[in-house]
C-alpha cells in the first residue's frame, strides 16, 4: 500500500512539474446528471465543439445550439448531421431580438459583439478582426416559450456578451437547474463587466457558483488566471 502511494506521489509530481494537476472532483457531467437536465442550451456554439463534448461525457438529453456566423454555423450543423436530438440555428441571443452586426475573426472562437481590447493583441494575435457579419438575434426567452422542457440549462460562452443573452432569458432563468458561463479576471474584450459583477448579477437571480474551472492564463503573467468558467447552480 506504502509503495502505491509513493508511485502516485511520484506521478502526480511529475504532472504538476509540467504545469498539470490530477484532480478528481464534480465536473460538468455531475452535475448535468445530478440535476437530471433535459435541454442543453449551447448559446455561442461556435463549431459544435461544446455539444460533442458533452454527448462524449455522457450526455444524452436535448441540445439547442445557437450560432450566428456563417462559416462556424456549417461547421456546427454538419456535426450535429446525424444526432437527432441536438438541433443547431443560425442565431444570436440577445436582450432583444432583431438585427445586429457582429465581428467576426480571424479564428472564429473570439467572435464577438464586442470590440477587442488593448489587452487582446498580447493574448492571441487571432483576435484579429477579419470581417463584420450582419446576424439576426433573439431573445432565450423566446426560444424557451413552448418548449416542453422541465429542467433545461442554460451554457453561454459569447465572448464578453453574456449579460445581454441573461437579459434576456429572466423566466427562463426561472426554470433553470443551472447556468454556465465565464467570467473575466482580466479584459480581452471592451465594455464587459466585472467578475464581481458577474456573481453578484447571478446570486441576485437565485444562483450560487457550484464549479469553477480556470480558462486560460495572462499573457504575461501566465501563473494567473485570465478568465474562470463557471458553473452555477439554482440555491434551494
Not at 437530471?36 to 461556435?46: I, K, M, P, S
Amino acid at each position: 500500500m506504502a509503495l502505491k502511494q509513493q508511485l502516485k506521489t511520484q506521478v502526480r509530481n511529475a504532472i504538476r512539474r509540467r504545469g498539470w494537476d490530477l484532480v478528481r472532483g464534480p465536473n460538468l457531467i455531475d452535475f448535468l446528471r445530478s440535476r437530471r437536465a433535459d435541454l442543453v442550451f449551447d448559446v455561442g456554439a461556435n463549431d459544435g465543439g461544446y455539444a460533442t463534448q458533452i454527448r462524449r461525457w455522457g450526455y444524452g438529453g436535448q441540445i439547442l445550439s445557437l450560432e450566428p456566423t456563417s462559416e462556424a454555423f456549417e461547421k456546427a450543423q454538419a456535426a450535429a448531421r446525424h444526432d437527432a436530438r441536438w438541433d443547431v440555428r443560425k442565431l444570436a441571443a440577445g436582450a432583444r431580438p432583431g438585427r445586429a452586426e457582429i465581428n467576426v475573426s480571424r479564428n472564429t472562437k473570439f467572435n464577438s459583439f464586442r470590440g477587442p481590447s488593448a489587452m487582446a493583441a498580447e493574448f492571441d494575435r487571432n483576435m484579429e478582426i477579419v470581417s463584420v457579419e450582419a446576424v439576426d438575434v433573439a431573445t432565450m426567452d423566446e426560444l424557451f416559450a413552448g418548449l416542453p422542457a422541465e429542467r433545461p440549462f442554460l451554457k453561454i460562452d459569447t465572448q464578453g456578451f453574456e449579460r445581454e443573452v441573461l437579459d434576456g432569458a429572466p423566466n427562463l432563468l426561472q426554470r433553470c437547474v443551472g447556468v454556465q458561463l465565464e467570467l473575466p479576471i482580466e479584459h480581452i474584450y471592451e465594455g464587459v463587466w466585472s467578475f464581481e459583477t458577474g456573481l453578484a448579477y447571478m446570486r441576485e437571480r437565485g444562483f450560487a457558483v457550484a464549479q469553477m474551472t480556470p480558462v486560460t492564463a495572462i499573457t504575461r503573467d501566465p501563473a494567473c488566471v485570465l478568465e474562470f468558467d463557471c458553473v452555477f447552480r439554482r440555491v434551494g
